[in-house]
């Protein structure tokens, strides 16, 4: 692994168990064993680090969904997917995805991390969208409403939130139970 990835990851970790504003380069610098100039080399500044950091990210989770959508499975399947993509980047309360840790921490990111945090939640919403239009046709959940790009937001800010709490509570528990209710309308075979 060269220099750059292993600073990626590493600050990715740090970011998802800690939160961006609460590490720095002097504490990436300890954790990867080379200096803050090597640091700087990469990422000559935070709000380089914090881009490079969500867009690497935004490409593998949207990479996910796409293998997701790329079976063939019901709108049910997908959405629960999703929720468990979600419950995985939690790790039993110990993280966050990285997008919720941004989103957590907007105020600390310049215009462009903001705009790139902006497009992954767009794509991650247009996807969901799609899926709860597959499931008013494919009956694989109860309770669909008219309008997919509702409930697309809707399930956005249920599994972010869900996420939020999980963590306050270091518990995965907060996560299952608040996700219970959307899991409970769905089914994932397909009606005969």
Request: aromatic content about 8%.
């Amino acid at each position: 692994m060269d220099t750059k990835d292993h600073l990626l990851d590493c600050a990715e970790h740090l970011a998802r168990t800690r939160g961006f504003d609460a590490f720095s380069y002097a504490d990436l610098s300890k954790e990867v064993g080379i200096r803050k100039a090597s640091i700087h080399y990469h990422f000559p500044t935070k709000s380089d680090l914090a881009a490079s950091l969500i867009e690497r990210y935004s490409e593998r989770f949207l990479g996910q969904l796409y293998a997701v959508s790329e079976k063939d499975g019901t709108a049910g399947h997908d959405v629960r997917a999703y929720v468990d993509l979600y419950r995985q980047a939690l790790a039993k309360g110990t993280q966050l995805c990285l997008c919720v840790s941004f989103s957590a921490a907007r105020d600390s990111f310049d215009e462009a991390t903001l705009a790139r945090l902006n497009a992954f939640h767009d794509r991650s919403l247009a996807w969901l969208a799609t899926v709860f239009e597959k499931a008013k046709t494919d009956g694989s959940m109860t309770g669909t409403l008219s309008d997919p790009e509702t409930e697309a937001h809707a399930c956005l800010a249920l599994v972010e939130g869900a996420q939020l709490v999980a963590r306050a509570a270091r518990s995965e528990v907060h996560f299952n139970r608040a996700v219970t209710p959307l899991l409970d309308r769905l089914s994932d075979a397909r009606p005969h």
